[in-house]
């Protein structure tokens, strides 16, 4: 279970999708998808899951950016 401790910000990642930036009681920051950008096709990206910042971007999703 994920204990969030205080909301850090938020901002749109490059696929499209809106996501909320929280910090966990353990220290670390996390990133919660807010809005699903329709554009996206990362099919992990549904509203409340949770990314990390600092994350390499996939191939796709580097195509995306240029396309
Ligand atoms: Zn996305």
Not at 4 to 25: A, D
């Amino acid at each position: 279970m994920l204990r969030i401790l205080r909301v850090v910000g938020s901002r749109s990642l490059t696929c499209g999708c809106f996501v909320g930036v929280y910090e966990t009681y353990d220290g670390a920051t996390v990133e919660i998808i807010e809005e699903r950008d329709p554009r996206c096709f990362d099919r992990s990206h549904d509203e409340g899951h949770v990314t990390r910042p600092g994350q390499r971007p996939t191939e796709r999703q580097r195509e995306h950016v240029g396309a």
